[in-house]
């Protein structure tokens, strides 16, 4: 009995405190401020976590030593990888992604070189023989080359209207059939139009032509066979309905006049709009539309074997 009563005011000793409910509904800062975002180094022997500050919304970058973590410096973050890392096939070479700029960085000797700025670049990948980095910059697509040094667009799509395209027009039709004037005219411009097509293919300092996948549609997502022969692209109708956005007003604010901010679109309100996904020749510059059950559409696409042509490897 006596042991127990020990073991019992022992207990309520170490009760922890009460939360009240002003402690409850201050700032989460009280709690602790968790790491976030973690990372290793490029070759495996340390370890980069973010952290809130207390009392902001700053985040820092610290280094795990193994003690307490150290802060890294501003001046040494120039040379920190990322949590968002693409490996080459051989596991020799990393892409990594800081601020939305691309940085390859050579996993034996750990030199970083940078290959863009202030582009915003997204979905970055390895090219098939492992000499470029390929990757998206809003919906163009570009290449760039270890070896010049040389950044170049790969593919260009356009959510417009083909310029050497013509809609059918029977007065139009008329005009060329009966008068000769405007017959040679147009044969110039075709002629034109071709030899200079021609001389773009045949000249490898040039950039590509842009490729039209639709005037009524907008681009919703794409993606790049390593080999930058073939590519992905997903369309939906613009005149489907996605809904509107919301509006949530904000009564307290710098100005002292109301004001909104956008918010989700409503729910049953924001149904996706119906999707295809056309597989380019690059090359060929001719377009495919893919059965919806042998490649179905998402935003977040990848190269997939549904699209690979016959008799060829993605």
């Known amino acids: ?18 939360v009240t409910l002003d402690q409850a509904m201050a700032h989460p800062d009280w709690i602790g401020n968790p790491a976030e975002a973690a990372w290793w180094s490029w070759d495996g022997k340390r370890v980069y976590f973010k952290q809130k500050r207390t009392g902001s919304q700053l985040r820092d970058t610290f280094l795990a030593t193994g003690g307490e973590a150290r802060r890294v410096a501003d001046k040494e973050l120039a040379g920190l990888d990322s949590p968002n890392v693409v490996y080459n096939r051989d596991h020799t070479r990393a892409v990594l992604m800081r601020n939305g700029d691309l940085f390859e960085r050579d996993l034996k000797s750990g030199a970083l070189v940078q290959v863009t700025r202030g582009v915003k670049a997204e979905d970055p990948q390895f090219s098939n023989d492992g000499r470029a980095v390929q990757f998206r910059v809003g919906h163009d697509w570009f290449g760039w080359d270890r070896t010049s ?11 417009a209207k083909d310029p050497a395209a013509t809609d059918p027009d029977a007065l139009r039709e008329m005009q060329l059939r009966l008068i000769s004037t405007p017959e040679t005219r147009q044969d110039d411009r075709d002629a034109g139009r071709a030899r200079a097509e021609e001389e773009r293919r045949a000249d490898p300092t040039r950039a590509p032509s842009p490729i039209y996948p639709g005037e009524k549609v907008t681009i919703e997502g794409s993606a790049l066979s390593p080999d930058g022969r073939w590519l992905l692209v997903i369309t939906a109708a613009k005149s489907a309905d996605k809904g509107r956005v919301g509006k949530m007003p904000r009564y307290v604010t710098e100005s002292g006049y109301e004001e909104a901010d956008d918010e989700r679109t409503r729910v049953g309100r924001n149904n996706p709009a119906p999707e295809q996904l056309k597989l380019i020749d690059l090359g060929e510059g001719r377009s495919t539309t893919c059965p919806s059950t042998a490649c179905p559409a998402s935003p977040s696409i990848r190269w997939r074997s549904c699209a690979r042509p016959p008799g060829r490897s993605p």
Not at 1 to 18: D, G, R
């Open 1 to 18: 009995m006596s042991a127990l009563t020990v073991l019992s005011a022992a207990s309520a000793t170490a009760a922890p405190t009460p």
């Open 149 to 159: 040094r040389l950044q170049a667009p790969l593919a260009l799509p356009r959510a």
